[in-house]
């Protein structure tokens, strides 16, 4: 079974639209940690954002904001007024708690196209 | 910081030659994470070490392919003898001790990444 799971391949999305990025994870651990990563065309992965598991609050940086819904298992990725520069591929990511899991899984993505 | 440094960020090789990636992890970072992307699998984790030691290979797909970190501050994946389905990216990634919360913790930062193509 997948651990993170994004459910969305490819968006399309109007400039200055909200945007949310889907993700839902799997986990029996109590503590973990979620992130999420751009890589634009260029290739580079880009750490976005980070919401710990007892994290209380919904991480936010910025326009983006993590929609953390914990009993759903859900973090999802919300990008505040959309820019043509944040067309790029947007990866889910969960560290998972446990003695000495030093690994991120990461999800297959969402690619997003914002339109002009 | 520099962040995550790689070299060389493009290679070009024929098939059966040697291939060396190099990575310089983020200054005072534990752990060192080596990546591979393509199209059909995604991002997969081939092996990480802790304070230069390596701690999970399992990711590594076969005999081929051999990473070392002989200090903290250098690591290389090194493909012996290359063939043309090892083309991909080659990400390095490196973090803090993780385990304990917060961001700066527990967050891999990547290195611009190393485009293989073997012909």
């Known amino acids: 079974a997948q651990k993170i799971t994004q459910t969305q391949p490819g968006m399309f999305v109007q400039e200055k639209e909200a945007v949310t990025l889907d993700c839902t994870y799997d986990t029996s651990d109590q503590s973990y940690g979620l992130f999420w990563y751009k890589q634009p065309s260029s290739g580079e992965m880009i750490f976005l954002i980070y919401?710990?598991?007892?994290?209380?609050q919904n991480a936010t940086e910025g326009r983006y904001s993590l929609n953390f819904q914990k009993a759903r298992k859900s973090a999802n990725l919300v990008i505040s007024a959309s820019q043509l520069g944040d067309s790029a591929m947007y990866f889910c990511a969960m560290r998972e708690g446990g003695d000495r899991d030093d690994k991120i899984i990461f999800g297959k993505g969402t690619r997003l196209h914002i339109l002009p | 910081d520099a962040g995550v440094i790689q070299s060389p960020r493009h290679e070009v090789t024929e098939m059966g030659q040697e291939v060396t990636l190099r990575c310089k992890p983020i200054?005072?970072?534990?752990?060192l994470f080596w990546y591979r992307q393509t199209m059909m699998r995604g991002l997969e984790l081939l092996i990480y070490?802790?304070?230069?030691?390596?701690?999970?290979d399992s990711g590594m797909p076969e005999d081929r392919f051999s990473a070392k970190m002989p200090n903290a501050s250098f690591s290389t994946l090194k493909i012996q003898p290359s063939e043309p389905r090892d083309s991909a990216v080659y990400f390095c990634?490196?973090?803090?001790?993780?385990?304990?919360?917060?961001?700066?913790?527990?967050?891999?930062?990547f290195g611009p990444g190393t485009r293989l193509l073997v012909l």
């Open positions: 070490f802790n304070n230069n030691v390596p701690i999970d």
């Open positions: 200054s005072g970072h534990d752990y």
């Open positions: 990634a490196s973090s803090f001790l993780p385990g304990t919360s917060g961001a700066e913790q527990e967050t891999q930062y």
């Open positions: 919401q710990g598991s007892y994290d209380e």
